[in-house]
């Protein structure tokens, strides 16, 4: 079965930082884009932050300076770096790995989701 491993989550202050990160057992020269989505409580999931196998990064408008992606694809790593945090980024945080298999098409791979709670 191939799934996400999701660790960093936790409960904070506001103006705090986190750092998540997420690992899988994947054929590397499969994996495509990488990223973060986030579903407050009671909302829909949303991007967080994506980066592609190049090292191009997107981010939503509300994290853009406080939140940084990165990836070691030859590990099937990505992170995400979480400053300044606010009690708005409360939600829980899926990782997500974008397989692209050569008979074409994409596969998208998802944690289980891990909760941030920020506190003001």
């Known amino acids: 079965q191939v799934q996400l491993v999701e660790s960093g989550g936790g409960s904070v202050q506001a103006g705090d930082s986190l750092r998540l990160s997420c690992a899988a057992s994947d054929i590397t020269s499969l994996i495509g884009s990488m990223g973060w989505y986030r579903q407050p409580i009671g909302k829909k999931r949303d991007l967080v932050a994506t980066i592609s196998r190049d090292g191009k990064t997107r981010y939503t408008d509300s994290v853009k300076g406080r939140f940084a992606i990165s990836r070691d694809t030859a590990k099937n790593t990505v992170w995400l770096q979480m400053n300044s945090l606010k009690p708005e980024d409360t939600a829980v945080y899926y990782c997500?790995?974008?397989?692209?298999?050569?008979?074409?098409?994409?596969?998208?791979?998802w944690g289980q989701g891990t909760l941030v709670t920020v506190s003001s």
């Open positions: 997500l790995q974008v397989l692209i298999p050569p008979g074409g098409g994409y596969l998208e791979i």
